[in-house]
T-cell receptor, first 111, second 112 residues
């Protein structure tokens, strides 16, 4: 089983749509959770951290369910500029201090 | 001023050659990383240094050797390049893992 699993998509949605991405992780002792965004041929960039209480940043809402080991990202009122690959990222416990990346979910927002 | 800078951005080389990729960060972070992103876009950790000390050394061929002359620099040297080494290599740094990473713009390596 992969440590971080995501639906690869692709998700093709019209502008203005609401789209949700899901992610599951295998290690119940995981400590930090993030969503990164990667545009084509660019580096990943931090979109938002994910907190236990859930958090929102403008049109983006992230949720964490530790009991189910599940993370989600909701994008409301999709824009063309939201087209990218969204990476679910988790840090596992231990001293290694590394982030483990999911394989990403590709989103295309259509005019 | 670029926070994490990698050079070169593109590298095309023949099989069997030796090449280096350089990475520098001006964020004052203590920890730096090398990740490899293959053709399927999966990002896999290779190495990590914390204050010039190697703390993560994943299962990569020993043809790959990282070097950290100081905490702001982490270079990657690759000997005897093979076709399968073709990928995008990303350098990253972090202050503390709960803040996530800042990535460099990547080095696209093509071995022919």
């Amino acid at each position: 089983r992969k440590e971080v699993e995501q639906d690869p998509g692709p998700f093709n949605v019209p502008e203005g749509a609401t789209v949700a991405f899901n992610c599951t992780y295998s290690n119940s002792a995981s400590q930090s959770f993030f969503w990164y965004r990667q545009d084509c041929r660019k580096e990943p960039k931090l979109l938002m951290s994910v907190y236990s209480s859930g958090n929102e940043d403008g049109r983006f809402t992230a949720q964490l369910n530790r009991a189910s080991q599940y993370i989600s990202l909701l994008i409301r009122d999709s824009k063309l500029s939201d087209s990218a690959t969204y990476l679910c990222v988790v840090s596992f416990s231990g001293s290694a201090r590394q982030l483990t990346f999911g394989s990403g979910t590709q989103l295309t927002v259509l005019p | 001023d670029t926070a994490v800078s990698q050079t070169p951005k593109y590298l095309v080389t023949q099989m069997g050659n030796d090449k280096s990729i350089k990475c520098e960060q001006n964020l004052g972070h203590d920890t730096m990383y090398w990740y490899k992103q293959d053709s399927k876009k999966f990002l896999k950790i290779m190495f990590s240094y914390n204050n010039k000390e190697l703390i993560i050394n994943e299962t990569v061929p020993n043809r790959f050797s990282p070097k950290s002359p100081d905490k702001a620099h982490l270079n990657l040297h690759i000997n005897s390049l093979e076709l399968g080494d073709s990928a995008v290599y990303f350098c990253a740094s972090s202050r503390e893992i709960s803040y996530g990473y800042t990535f460099g713009s990547g080095t696209r390596l093509t071995v022919v």
